[in-house]
């Protein structure tokens, strides 16, 4: 039964109008039965963050929530993961935070996936009205944006249809670090836009691990990087095994024990050789609190959005500062299509190896599938057969109703890619003839001028 007043605070915000209401906000009762009915929202990782992320969404208002996670829980996750219990462990992460959550909060409807995220197909992630990350990847953090950037639509002007948009909002924490950001497809920036501010993990020249250990992660790195590879060799290291890990331990504390290097534990190791930070459960309740607010406006426009990163140091007093990072217009996975010029006359192979050697799709990629429309182009696997010939065909005749001047949309796929990025191959005549054109204009008198100005201007 529902509790009187229980969704009073809520009311206030989506019930009454204000000066900080986000653009289109119209307050009344209908906000909160779509907050509570028609609103999906998917919450991917239940670990630290998640667990808190849940549990703010629940007690929010929303509802109808999904949550994704691949992990089973550890004893190591009891003390900052407090959907879970020592009989909990071994037992999937997001069965059991939804179990916990849906038993806790009279209403809420939690419903889990134990999977992976590139397990489900982009028509799943198509439903939901907002997806929330609590991830600590940043392998996953970019797949997911892919995802939600190959579900967006352009108009023929270029500009997003805001109808296809997909929001996203992140969390992530390290010790008492941490930042929210709110991602919202073709208008803000997204993590390939800003993947700068992802610094690069840690790495220790060999030589100093083998000769001048100074720390107890240079006698750990040995062990787990040198000592491996020379006593076990030809036996995978799995970081998850409990036994390779206390080999790793123990050989880390016999050559610190040479070298008088103190610190040593078997916490440290894990957390060496998994690149894990120590998880600060304060700073997982502020960054979910973040996440879930941002979410809230994002959904409802109760209040102005936050523009549009983040950052937050707790370590020593509190500190916040929001940055307003731009957005990449050459972006290869949500901009409406990375350009690449290419001869008039260029074949679709000429087209693929220009792909390859561009400075951005290059990395990208490997062995690309180019499609125009709903036409396979070339397609490898399968398809590849039938679409072999065309690889030395001129792009003139596989584009056909598509004039020079006009820049041709094609969608890439690669194994590589998590989903398709959009390509806007603008193909140019070559100097010579430009040339020509231009001397033949400038010789045009009377009459005449006004029709060689119709004539296209070739880039």
Known sequence: MELEGRWQDLDKLLARDGNLVGPGFEPGPELRE?????????????????????????LSGFVNVDVIDMDTIDVSNLNRQFLFRMSDVGKPKAVVAAERVNARVAGARVTPHYCRIEDLPPSFYSEFTIIILGLDSLEARRWMNSMACSLLEYEDDGSPDMSTIKPLVDGGTEGFKGHARVIIPGVTPCFECTLWLFPPQTKFPLCTLAETPRSAAHCIEYAHLILWSQQRAGEEFDADCEEHMKWVFERATERARQYGIPGVTYQLTQGVVKNIIPAIASTNAIISAACVLEALKAVTMCSSGLNNYLMYTGSQGIYTHTVAYEKDESCPVCSAGVLLQAPADATLQQVIDLMLAHPTLGRLMAHPSVSHGATPLYMRGVLEDGTRANLGRPMAELLRGEGVEAAA????????????????????????????????????RGAHACMCMRAPRFV
């Open 34 to 58: 779509f907050l509570q009915t028609d609103c999906r929202v998917l919450c991917i990782g239940a670990g630290g963050l998640g667990c808190e992320i849940l549990k703010d969404l629940a």
């Open 409 to 444: 949309l094609l969608t890439v796929n690669d194994k590589k890619l998590s989903a398709p990025l959009r390509v806007r191959l603008r193909r140019r005549r070559r100097r010579r003839r430009r040339a020509a054109e231009l001397d033949g204009r400038a010789g045009c």
